[in-house]
Antibody
Framework: QVQLQESGPGLVKPSETLSLTCTVS????????WSWIRQPPGKGLEWIGY???????NYNPSLKSRVTISVDTSKNQFSLKLSSVTAADTAVYYCVRQIAASGWALDYWGQGTLVTVSS | QTVVTQEPSLTVSPGGTVTLTCASS?????????PNWFQQKPGQAPRALIYSTINKHSWTPARFSGSLLGGKAALTLSGVQPEDEAEYYCLLYYAGAQLGVFGGGTKLTVL
């Protein structure tokens, strides 16, 4: 069974860059799309963007100027960088597998990691 | 800005049937929006239920079904169980799946 695990600092200072990595186990990162989704405490879900295993990306226009998603197929990992963070970026960040051939289904989710932006 | 709207809250009795809907600010929802539905319980990651309007994941209980209803995407729970009490989110894709937008969520209470 495919499993995803987010990792990275739980606390980031304002104006700095948030960096998270998602490690995929139980399956190959190849041939799939991989997404990041976040959820501020007590609020709803927000789609951040996705990357294809080949490296092509697509980002939410509201975050596009600050987001970079990358992939390392040799390590079966993909990563998120969000620059110039503010308190509004405090959220649980989820990494998710996305299947284009199945109506862009978001099937397997990581457990999520809380990132707090505070000085 | 594209907005996806869901009922903020619904209440259903155990064994009953309830339909949650998902509307788009751009107009009628069609299969081309690839509606997805997710269930989230407190402290847990969302769990995928439905993709591409009507399709169930291998783990989706049979009592959950997806459809299009009156220009909206819909999720129907038939024979509701107490464990179905949760927040439910829909997701619609725009611009040929270049952009995914979640609805605000529906808090379903089983009472």
């Amino acid at each position: 069974q495919v499993q995803l695990q987010e990792s990275g600092p739980g606390l980031v200072k304002p104006s700095e860059t948030l960096s998270l990595t998602c490690t995929v186990s139980g399956g190959s990162i190849s041939s799939y799309y991989w997404s990041w989704i976040r959820q501020p405490p007590g609020k709803g879900l927000e789609w951040i963007g996705y990357i294809y295993y080949s490296g092509s990306t697509n980002y939410n226009p509201s975050l596009k100027s600050r987001v970079t998603i990358s992939v390392d197929t040799s390590k079966n990992q993909f990563s998120l960088k969000l620059s110039s963070v503010t308190a509004a970026d405090t959220a649980v960040y989820y990494c998710v597998r996305q299947i284009a051939a199945s109506g862009w289904a978001l099937d397997y989710w990581g457990q999520g990691t809380l990132v707090t932006v505070s000085s | 800005q594209t907005v996806v709207t869901q009922e903020p809250s619904l209440t259903v009795s155990p064994g009953g049937t309830v339909t949650l809907t998902c509307a788009s600010s751009t107009g009628a929802v069609t299969s081309g929006y690839y509606p997805n539905w997710f269930q989230q319980k407190p402290g847990q990651a969302p769990r995928a239920l439905i993709y591409s309007t009507i399709n169930k994941h291998s783990w989706t209980p049979a009592r959950f079904s997806g459809s299009l209803l009156g220009g909206k995407a819909a999720l129907t729970l038939s024979g509701v169980q107490p464990e179905d009490e949760a927040e439910y989110y829909c997701l619609l894709y725009y611009a040929g799946a270049q952009l995914g937008v979640f609805g605000g969520g529906t808090k379903l209470t089983v009472l």
